[in-house]
């Protein structure tokens, strides 16, 4: 039965990839998390056993939190992150066990990178990036490490880059995060990571087109390319254009989830002739 505070897995994910949804805390055990290494997107591990240290860090924001079966776990740490002041804090109706069960993504851990001291993981690909150095960057974020580390070095440093520095290089030849004969790096991310939801199928099409000089694969590769291109030639610093680039894909991906089927002319009331 669910509770007051608690959210269905159907609810929670559309909530998923928005800027503005809410913190994920994923809350299991150190032994149900071994049974399955998996997580839901975006999902954050935070032990409850340390609740009382770190739920300060929620405060006046919104988080779900998901434990195994949805029960005292989770339900604790809810209470006590709107005790910390959290904006809401609410449960997963049946936990990670019940997301699983009905078949939604779920990103594998061993894909990623090592985590740092901080829990994050890092990414190392080349400066001055165009599309896929922007696109994969945006999916990490709003979908398996929402403060993932993004380093941007030259092209021929990035293989040394991501070993001393414990990252994963991506979108450069001969590594596991790269383009996969007419796919681009951020179709082997969808894929890899368990993400093949149809937004993000539908998403990843476009990306393809404008990465690969196949614009005509869709209408919609072409304006990306040249909003993609306009946006290199803003920015100077690579980190401030991933910053406005996380707004063009946002938009993006909204309207590949909710938009598709809309169309728009003008003038949409034309005024009545007059006598």
């Known amino acids: 039965m669910s509770s007051l505070n608690s959210i269905p897995s159907e609810k929670l994910l559309r909530l998923i990839g928005v800027p503005h949804g809410p913190v994920l805390i994923d809350a299991r055990t150190d032994d149900d998390f071994a049974a399955d290494p998996r997580f839901i997107p975006g999902a954050i591990r935070r032990s409850h056993s340390t609740v ?9 924001r ?11 776990l989770s339900e604790g740490v809810a209470a006590w992150l709107r005790h910390a002041g959290a904006s809401s804090a609410d449960v997963l109706t049946g936990g990670h066990a019940a ?3 009905a078949g939604l993504p779920l990103v594998p851990e061993a894909k990623l990178p090592t985590r740092n001291a901080q829990g994050h993981t890092v990414w190392v690909t080349r400066a ?10 945006w999916l990490i974020r709003r979908f398996v490490d929402p403060q993932a580390v993004f380093l941007f070095v030259a092209p ?3 293989p040394a880059v991501a070993e001393r520095f414990g990252g994963a290089p991506f979108d450069i030849e001969g590594v596991t995060w790269s383009h996969r004969g007419e796919f681009c790096t951020f179709d082997t991310m969808v894929d890899e990571l368990g993400l093949q939801i149809e937004p993000l199928k539908k998403l990843a099409v476009i990306v393809r087109g404008a990465d690969t000089g196949r614009p005509n694969i869709v209408p919609e590769a072409a304006g990306l390319l040249a909003a993609s291109l306009g946006l290199s030639r803003m920015f100077a610093d690579d980190l401030e254009q991933l910053e406005a680039g996380m707004t063009l894909y946002d938009s993006f991906y909204r309207w590949c989830r909710d938009a598709t089927d809309e169309t728009h002319n003008w003038p949409t009331n034309k005024p009545g002739r007059l006598a």
């Open 52 to 60: 009382s240290d770190w739920a300060a860090d929620l405060k006046g």
């Open 62 to 72: 919104s988080a779900v939190v998901i434990c195994n079966r949805g029960q005292k």
């Open 99 to 101: 997301w699983a069960d």
């Open 128 to 137: 001055r990036p165009k599309v896929d150095r922007v696109a994969c960057p």
């Open 156 to 158: 021929a440093e990035v």
